[in-house]
């Protein structure tokens, strides 16, 4: 299951809060970036329930020798309870497989912060790491240049590759929570590449890798943390989904 840290907890006063997509679950208000931004607290404090922080699920493997490459691990999960927030202009970073480092942050100082999957090297067929630490799956037994194994989840390591059927391997499964009011997954593990048959991506956004019947690999899937599907022959990793920062909190007035 995630990582659960808990402490920081403050005073609460009754704020003003701003920044995010708010939506509500019954007396907590819940606010979504799914890019960067701002929360803004005036006017008081604020006592958080719980907050989510996902980093952006790593690239897929590229290969340029006609091996197949392996999934990208996914983004790292991270729930915290009870983060407390004083009056103040909070900046949120929500990680990109494409620039930065990849990590979601609050107050971009490493206050609250999640890392990006790991990325293959360029014709390894071993899936990547997820940013929690789940190994990606290798290329099976003996010496196998058909498929690559899967990207580690946030939960699960990467399966391994089946050489017999050039099968690429299934991308590690990701964390479930229901932070938003319903159960959502993120960091799944991308598939790796075969070259007769895709590695499926694993729950929580993980793309699907590549085959050698005119197949590209999948994206992970956007604000997710899932790893990108891993290429076959002389071609390219797809690349990882970005990630996500969610504050969940009793909405002010009810406290």
Do not use: H
């Amino acid at each position: 299951m995630f990582a659960s840290r808990g402490g920081f907890i403050n005073g609460s006063e009754l704020a003003t809060v701003t920044g995010g997509t708010l939506t509500y679950d019954g007396l907590y208000s819940v606010r979504t970036f799914t890019s960067n931004g701002n929360l803004t607290i005036v006017d008081g404090s604020l006592n958080t329930d719980r907050i989510l922080v996902v980093g952006a699920g790593g690239n897929g493997g590229t290969c340029t020798n006609a091996v197949s490459g392996g999934g990208g691990g996914g983004g790292e999960v991270v729930e915290w309870s009870g983060a407390g927030f004083g009056a103040a202009v909070w900046p949120v970073y929500v990680g990109s497989s494409t620039s930065g480092n990849g990590s979601s942050s609050v107050n971009n100082e490493g206050y609250l912060t999640a890392v990006k999957g790991s990325t293959p090297a360029d014709n390894s067929q071993n899936g990547g790491t997820s940013g929690n630490g789940f190994a990606g799956g290798n290329d099976g037994p003996g010496t196998n240049t058909g498929a690559g194994g899967g990207g580690g989840g946030a939960s699960v390591v990467g399966g391994n590759a089946i050489p017999l059927t050039n099968t690429g391997g299934t991308g590690g499964a990701g964390v479930t929570t229901n932070i938003t009011g319903a159960n959502v997954v993120y960091g799944g593990g991308g598939g790796g590449g075969g070259a007769e048959n895709r590695g499926e991506g694993g729950a929580g956004g993980g793309g699907y890798g590549a085959t050698n019947s005119a197949q590209t690999p999948q994206a992970g899937t956007t604000n997710t943390g899932g790893g990108g599907g891993g290429a076959v022959g002389n071609g390219t990793g797809a690349v990882g989904g970005s990630g996500i920062v969610i504050f969940r909190y009793l909405t002010q007035g009810t406290q």
